[in-house]
């Protein structure tokens, strides 16, 4: 494209008008037409070298592929007026090679995800894996949120605290957003990842939290504090006392 100068793509089926976006809009381009096949484009200004707007129209039709994709660029001496846009159909080869891959990598994620795949990945070794109980489980709910139990887990290169929450009836649902690890002398220990075996916690409802940590490099046994927020920061875990 270039600033000025208008682009129209002529697309080999029906389009539908509605369903047209288009980045960029208005602060890079002057207007932009939509027919039943056409979309007519004139930029404001020329893009940088690195910049592209992506448009996405979907097909009136439902064939497959549903929706055309196409970034829009700039060019110091070229500019395209008139584009035709053809769609071709997925064969049926095309689909079932598409289908075998996806197949692929599914088997790949299921033995990676389970303990062949801790041991391929180097997460588990011969020294294994040491377990503790969390000993102290605060008896109050804090934040309508209450903990029922949970465990340490600690191996080589890695621990994982494991706690399980219940949300109380009558809040709204919950989500954990982040986490902190004290020790005793006060210094923090760097959080991989938080996550949750669900998406988010209804009322009522009740989920196994995980924070995992950096390689350990303190004593098999440590106590820490571990803190669990939501992502508003504003309904955090009972602050707990984790054996890692």
């Not at 409802?205 to 504090?225: I, M």
Request: hydrophobic residues 45%.
């Amino acid at each position: 494209m270039a600033a000025g100068v208008a682009t129209y793509l002529r697309f080999d089926a029906p389009i539908d008008k509605a369903s047209l976006e288009l980045e960029g809009r208005p602060a890079r381009l002057r207007w932009v037409d939509v027919g039943e096949r056409l979309v007519a484009v004139e930029p404001s200004v020329d893009l940088g070298a690195e910049e592209k707007l992506v448009m996405r129209v979907r097909y009136k039709d439902g064939a497959s592929p549903a929706v055309a994709t196409l970034v829009l660029v700039s060019h110091p001496t070229l500019v395209d007026k008139e584009l035709e846009v053809v769609r071709r159909p997925r064969t049926v080869e095309a689909l079932e090679t598409a289908l075998a891959e996806k197949e692929a990598e599914l088997a790949a994620l299921r033995a990676l995800s389970g303990p062949a795949g801790l041991v391929f990945s180097g997460r588990l070794d011969p020294d294994g894996v040491q377990a503790q109980r969390i000993a102290k489980v605060p008896a109050s709910a804090r934040s309508g949120l209450r903990v029922a139990g949970g465990e340490g887990y600690r191996a080589r290169s890695w621990t994982l605290a494991v706690v399980r929450v219940r949300s109380l009836p009558g809040q709204k649902p919950w989500v954990p957003g982040g986490a902190r690890l004290t020790r005793a002398d006060g210094t923090t220990v760097k959080v991989r990842s938080v996550d949750m075996n669900k998406a988010q916690l209804a009322p009522g409802e009740e989920g196994l939290v995980t924070v995992e940590t950096e390689t350990p490099f303190w004593k098999a046994g440590e106590v820490f504090l571990l803190e669990v927020l939501d992502k508003s920061g504003v309904r955090p875990l009972p602050i707990l006392e984790v054996n890692l």
